[in-house]
């Protein structure tokens, strides 16, 4: 990150992944610039600007057909700090300028590269006395080292950043303790992309030591209003599941998490050979689990994710079909022919062939559709935006299915895609969007559903093993995963939604579960919020205006049973009103989840018949009661 300070205004450049925190006692403007990083044109991004009090003050939406531009935010003077958000992974490189007065401490993420650096740069941070502070890196290519220089004495401390064969691998040093306050010059040496961070202290960094002073972030406020309306269902809640027979040790934590869905593979080279080889696991996912709905993707065994239509992929197609028919048909069983095919395959045409082909082979028996059986396409990776890889914007997910609906319509029951790096908290949003943009894409039938079942089957805050354990094993993933699953919900029109994966794997530690030893598991935070939200799951959507950003709530019904499941992803209290239902409704209820991992019930507030509670930071919560009237489903006529 070159930060520099030109004349009356301060710079930082190369920003990819971090929060600004920008404090002003005079008016100043904020400008933002950005130019490509890498495949900018097939993505489009979000900035966010939030006030001292956690509400949105500013929104840009940056279009993939705008790799360059610049977005100004006037900032009126305050007493606590505006945040702006800059979320990763992103493929621009920003520039943020203001007024050299303004006071501005920069957070980056950890473990994932925040930004991009000149050798030489410099920032400051402080570390309180008595704290035990760590400092952090990772090398991702450009920075090779970091050295800290203790600003009263020239204390100096030097850090080597070394390649690591797995991703959340990282080097550390810790800090002198110190009975003062300390003061310390990080210089940064290399050039290219940058992973710092602190740990063990406030993790801010400022170009001015002078503006190394606490953050102010004021309380919040959340108004919420409930209608008696629903607009659609809520999404069976799942994971992806083994391709395996699981033995009795793994039932109880299986049981805590409740999957409604699962995401499966099917490998036609192993069923080619061994037609029965799936059946015991499956029944045991159906049977013993009460999974109701899930989705097969057809791939290889050792990783093969490019099939051909061959005679190989066409027997292990026809043996999955017999053995799912064999099961009864209870349930839906969606399958898609390809795993990430626009990120997988040589290009569309052979996608659309090996589709059209498999197709034809399911609809050739009648019993199969009998049996649950439903096509679902493409099952891509990303959908609004383009996978990670060469030329993203000829393959983006949308663009696929669109292509693909033009020709094979008939052929296909439901829509499937894969979301990934939408790691930060306030872009969960983009969930919502995604679904929207895939109810507009099918088009709404008279009673305002999706013509195609929508199904988000796989998803993780990062892909692959690109993992960091500050968010993958904490509190934080469970925030986020709770956001999901509220924004994705919200308009009543995704089917599925499957977090990827149910238990770590020694190359993917990204599960639900927590491996021990093959006796022994338990549920990661993850997995406690899954079951949490289980706990708390209903049947309908139901209407609900919220006037907050950093708060998701979405409202539910089940009969005459409300809930309300919520979380607050920022580290501020926020004062909550509901308006909408008398209060205290019979049975009303109030439950946290906080970042002690355990739900415990807590007093809430009814003054003028109003419901109230005031909800601490990183802090998930349910609410219900019983109604004394059923909602009135709605009928919309179109998508957004």
């Known amino acids: 990150m070159a930060a520099s300070v030109h004349g009356a205004s301060m710079q930082w450049t190369g920003i990819r992944d971090g929060s600004l925190y920008l404090q002003t006692d005079r008016q100043d403007t904020v400008t933002v610039r950005w130019v490509p990083a890498w495949q900018a044109e097939a993505n489009t991004e979000h900035l966010y600007l939030l006030d001292g009090q956690g509400r949105l003050a500013g929104e840009r939406l940056v279009r993939a057909d705008q790799p360059r531009g610049e977005h100004l935010w006037p900032l009126p003077p305050g007493a606590a700090s505006y945040r702006l958000e800059i979320p990763g992974y992103s493929f621009r490189r920003y520039t943020v300028e203001h007024d050299a007065r303004t006071r501005a401490l920069f957070a980056p993420t950890k473990v994932h590269f925040n930004a991009e650096t000149h050798d030489g740069d410099e920032l400051y941070f402080k570390v309180a006395a008595g704290e035990q502070a760590v400092l952090a890196g990772k090398f991702h290519g450009g920075v090779r080292a970091l050295q800290a220089r203790r600003v009263d004495d020239g204390k100096q401390l030097q850090l080597n950043l070394k390649p690591y064969r797995a991703y959340w691998q990282f080097d550390q040093v810790a800090l002198p303790i110190a009975d003062v306050e300390q003061v310390w010059r990080l210089h940064l040496q290399g050039n290219g992309k940058a992973a710092f961070w602190l740990d063990g202290t406030a993790n801010l960094f400022a170009q001015d030591p002078a503006h190394l002073l606490p953050l102010r972030e004021d309380p919040g406020q959340t108004h919420l209003k409930l209608y008696d309306e629903a607009l659609g269902t809520t999404p069976k809640l799942g994971i992806a599941l083994p391709y395996e027979l699981l033995p009795p040790s793994t039932y109880a934590v299986l049981d805590a998490l409740k999957p409604q869905a699962a995401s499966l593979y099917s490998f036609v080279d192993i069923t080619a050979a061994r037609g029965t080889y799936e059946d015991a696991f499956r029944r045991l996912y159906q049977e013993r689990f009460a999974v109701s709905q899930n989705i097969t993707l057809l791939a290889g065994s050792q990783r093969e994710v490019e099939l051909k239509a061959d005679r190989t992929s066409h027997s292990g197609l026809q043996a999955w079909l017999t053995s799912t028919r064999a099961l009864g048909g209870k349930g839906l069983h969606y399958l898609s022919f390809a795993d990430e095919p626009n990120l997988n395959y040589p290009d569309f045409t052979s996608f659309q062939q090996l589709f059209q082909s498999m197709a034809a082979q399911v609809r050739a028996d009648p019993a199969n559709a009998r049996a649950g059986i439903r096509i679902a396409m493409p099952a891509s990776s990303q959908f609004t935006n383009g996978p990670f890889t060469e030329n993203a914007a000829d393959r983006r997910g949308i663009d696929w299915a669109r292509r693909l609906l033009a020709t094979s319509n008939d052929q296909i029951d439901a829509l499937a895609w894969h979301e990934w790096m939408i790691r930060d908290l306030l872009a969960t949003r983009v969930y919502r969007d995604s679904v929207r943009q895939a109810a507009h894409l099918v088009g709404l039938d008279s009673q305002g559903r999706p013509r195609k079942a929508l199904l988000l089957d796989q998803t993780n805050m990062s892909a692959g093993s690109s993992l960091s354990p500050y968010d993958q094993e904490t509190h934080y993933a469970a925030l986020w995963w709770t956001s999901v699953v509220i924004n994705a919900s919200a308009d009543g029109w995704l089917d599925m939604l499957n977090w990827f994966m ?92 906080g970042p002690d991992n355990r739900s415990h019930s807590v007093a809430f507030d009814c003054k003028t018949g109003q419901v109230g509670f005031l909800l601490p930071g990183e802090t998930i919560f349910a609410l219900n009661w019983a109604a004394p009237l059923s909602p009135n489903p709605a009928t919309r006529q179109e998508a957004p």
């Open 502 to 593: 149910a238990a770590d794997e020694p190359e993917y530690p990204k599960g639900m579960v927590r491996v021990l030893d093959n006796e022994r598991f338990e549920l990661k935070p993850v997995g406690l919020a899954q079951q949490f939200i289980q706990q708390h799951w209903l049947d309908q959507v139901l209407r609900l205006d919220n006037d907050a950003f950093e708060v998701d709530v979405l409202a539910m019904a089940t009969g005459k049973q409300r809930g309300l499941l919520g979380v607050n992803k920022s580290t501020r209290t926020h004062q909550v009103s509901l308006d909408g239902t008398v209060c205290p409704q019979p049975g009303m209820t109030l439950m946290y989840f």
